[in-house]
């Protein structure tokens, strides 16, 4: 594998902190992960001069620390997942400029149609539509509908959609923008860390990768859907979701390891780790408060054996 060279300040940064006792560490310095999740930041391209807040910003740091322990606990040697951690840490990145009111009305408006909210979920639908082509396929069927709903179809909407169903697309575009920046920071990026960040919504991209790689990439996207359906924030803004539950997001995990996205082995990590309250801290942090003891019950109950 390709890591970023010894020289580089990368290296130092993990080495500060390799002796952290947190279960579900940071492994790189804390000013390096502030600088990457400033990537996050979005100049507005209606009010030159206005940066948009990276809005996934706890989200991707929540995200990367429960990736470092699972990866960890199946054995990956820390240089490869401290590299690691830093793809988690900008796996969302092609989200950065949302827009909390605008994405949210697009995306409720097409959950009550029924239309299709993912990439995968639409080639479902629509297998006739190229892959990098979804947002083109989606305003094609729906702009005059989506006007008819008081939604405006400009180029700010349609980034909008490509954040959501062209994901691809528009995380290699701001990986491309990112690169002088990561370069600086002494991130050298190899094109695992882009394969890993890709895989949940395009799978088939990774065949033929190594098995490590395909197992980290297992990792980030059961880490980010644990985060992401115990995330109440962006429950409220993404997905319209009244409230979190643990089952339900470990329910979503044992649907993906049915569906082979994720391994035995990799959900195992993850529940073993869940049981023995590595991810106690992360999960309250993501809810916006303490969970009630029912839920720390039902986390405790989550080793292997104990049926999802
Ligand atoms: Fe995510």
């Known amino acids: 594998m390709r ?13 500060r902190v390799k002796t952290s006792h947190h279960p579900a560490p940071l492994l790189i310095s804390r000013s390096l992960a502030t600088a990457l999740l400033r990537l996050y930041d979005y100049p507005d391209p209606r009010q030159p001069g206005r940066l ?42 092609g989200r950065s400029g949302l ?5 949210g009305k697009i995306w409720s408006w097409a959950r009550r149609q029924g239309i299709p909210t993912r990439p995968r979920e639409w080639w479902a639908v629509h297998p006739e539509t ?4 979804e947002t083109e396929a989606f305003l ?17 909407s349609r980034e909008q959609v490509e954040m959501r169903l062209g994901s691809a697309r528009r995380l290699a575009r701001r990986l491309r923008e990112a690169k002088p920046r990561l370069a600086e920071l002494g ?21 033929g990768a190594p098995g490590w790689v395909r197992q980290l990439a297992e990792v980030l996207v059961a880490c980010e859907q644990l985060e992401a359906y115990n995330n109440r924030q962006r429950g409220r ?21 049915v569906e082979g ?48």
């Open 3 to 15: 890591r970023g060279g010894n020289r580089q300040p990368v290296h130092h940064r993990i080495a």
């Open 52 to 93: 948009i807040r990276g809005y996934d910003r706890p989200h991707a740091l929540r995200t990367s620390r429960m990736c470092a322990a699972v990866a960890t606990r199946l054995g990956h040697p820390p240089a490869r997942v401290a590299t690691f951690q830093v793809a988690c840490l900008l796996h969302d990145l």
């Open 99 to 103: 827009d909390r009111r605008l994405f």
């Open 130 to 133: 190229s892959k990098g082509r």
């Open 140 to 156: 094609a069927l729906y702009a005059v509908e989506l006007r008819k709903a008081g939604i405006p179809v400009d180029d700010w």
């Open 187 to 207: 991130v050298r990026w190899a094109p695992w860390m882009s394969l890993v960040m890709l895989y949940y919504y395009y799978p088939e991209r990774l065949k």
């Open 237 to 257: 803004d993404y997905y319209a979701r009244r409230r979190e539950t643990l089952a339900e997001a470990f329910a979503y995990l044992e649907k993906l390891r």
């Open 261 to 308: 996205i994720l391994s035995a082995m990799v959900v195992k990590a993850l529940h073993d780790l869940a049981a023995e309250g590595a991810f106690d801290r992360i999960l309250a942090e993501a809810r916006g408060g303490a969970l009630s003891p029912r839920e720390l019950r039902f986390l405790r109950g989550r080793g292997w054996g104990a049926g999802a």
